[in-house]
């Protein structure tokens, strides 16, 4: 049975009436846990208020279907919101159309101050783990500061928003990227406390920021090429040896000439074909077969490391937490990893 409430309610259960209110941080006042009030469920929400940023950190369970009304109402001072949903399943209508949100997906929208809106429902479905950071700014002085750097291949749209000569609300969704793993988990598991924590919370949440604002740049596709049957063949191949010897690769020239392809030919396949360059897909094996041994936990985190054909362990740590959002260690210790 879904519990139904008004947003009005909603606040007042959470926010104003919570006895679980804790202050993580004794040396930062604005870090503020609201624990989730038990007749809806587990978890929290961590306001952390930054230099004109405003930092949501959302780990909550919900016991049964959950309905937020919102009554009709005007927005006198507008928001912009970057968000990061790690793991999480819920719909909203905000804009009258409903807009269902799953994990693995980010979302920057921005509202423009003075504007009208119809009532609204916000439905969070039962027993689904949301897990998600969202990055709301006070105001778009943060982004207008770059307006002299902006990226004309940025969506025209998001460009007139950045300039302030747009009448329009926008909403642009997309999945996460790898790059955005790391910091997020570095939020979420931030390891400072006062100034110190709040100049490094604010480097992540810019951080993503950039990486939110590079996934929205169009970018030119490599040119395309019809392969016949026996390239693709060929193509696999190149597969096939490269993790074969993935201890000591062969280069990319080395590569095409032990499958009778030409270098370029190889390259533009292996992304048609496997989603990913000749060495990125090699990457990619190598941080998987070493999480499968490290979770297995019958390997040294040395052993694992040569085992992938990464001679210095300290590189190997560096990129398996690049990958993972973990290090090596704590992947074998059985913290939980989010794959990218």
């Not at 793991?87 to 980010?106: H, I, L, M, P, Q």
């Not at 533009?268 to 936990?297: C, K, P, S």
């Amino acid at each position: 049975m879904a519990n139904i409430i008004s947003q009005a309610e909603y606040q007042e259960i959470w926010y104003n009436s919570n006895k679980n209110t804790q202050y993580p941080d004794p040396l930062d006042s604005s870090d503020i846990i609201y624990s989730c009030p038990e007749q809806f469920g587990i978890g929290c929400d961590r306001y952390i208020e930054l230099r004109d940023i405003n930092l949501l950190i959302r780990n909550q369970k919900y016991h049964d279907d959950l309905q937020i009304f919102c009554e009709p109402y005007q927005d006198e001072f507008g928001s912009i919101e970057f968000g990061f949903n790690l793991s999480a399943n819920y719909t909203s209508n905000r804009f009258d159309t409903a807009v269902k949100r799953g994990g693995k997906e980010n979302f920057l929208q921005w509202e423009l101050p003075e504007q009208e809106y119809n009532a609204s429902v916000d439905t969070f479905f039962k027993n689904e783990h949301c897990l998600k950071v969202d990055i709301h700014l006070e105001s778009s002085d943060i982004l207008n500061n770059f307006a002299r750097c902006i990226n004309q291949e940025l969506p025209p749209d998001l460009i007139k928003m950045i300039e302030g000569k747009s009448q329009q609300n926008y909403i642009e969704n997309n999945q996460l990227t790898p790059a955005m793993y790391l910091p997020l988990q570095q939020i979420i598991n931030c390891p400072f406390q006062g100034m110190t924590k709040q100049i490094y919370l604010e480097a992540k949440c810019l951080e993503l920021i950039a990486l939110k604002l590079e996934q929205l740049t169009k970018t030119k596709p490599l040119k395309s090429i019809t392969f016949k049957p026996r390239d693709i063949e060929k193509i696999h191949r190149a597969r096939d040896i490269l993790i074969f010897q993935q201890e000591n690769p062969p280069s990319l020239l080395d590569l095409a000439q032990k499958v009778g392809i030409n270098d370029n030919k190889l390259k533009i396949g292996f992304r048609q074909v496997f989603g990913t360059t000749v060495f990125g897909y090699l990457h990619n094996h190598r941080m998987e077969i070493a999480r499968q041994l490290l979770q297995d936990g019958k390997m040294r985190v040395a052993t694992v490391a040569n085992e992938v054909g990464y001679a210095n362990p300290g590189h190997f740590a560096a990129a398996f937490k690049r990958k993972f959002g973990v290090s090596p260690s704590e992947c074998k210790a059985g913290k939980k990893i989010f794959e990218t």
